[in-house]
């Protein structure tokens, strides 16, 4: 099943972690600003800025790329 990324929810989310401090990220993460800029206008960045993002946050990818409800419905794994 191929997920369908939300890029107004991406956007959101980076509003979210970016907060009012676009240049301080920028700079903590080795960014322009003007990357910065498009991630928040709902651009989704390469997979290796994307994972640079979200150890930042603290959050997974996937939260950045979703709006829940598909995180939610994926199959738990058992541990035997």
Known sequence: MQMQIDTRVFAE????????EPKAFAYDLGLSLSAVYNY????????DVLFRIARYSGRP???FLSDGAVL?????????
Do not use: I, K, Y
């Open 40 to 47: 928040l206008n709902g651009r989704v960045p390469t997979t």
């Open 13 to 20: 989310r980076m509003r979210d972690v970016v907060r009012d």
């Open 72 to 80: 939610d419905e994926a199959p738990q794994s058992q541990a035997a």
């Open 61 to 63: 990818m996937e939260w």
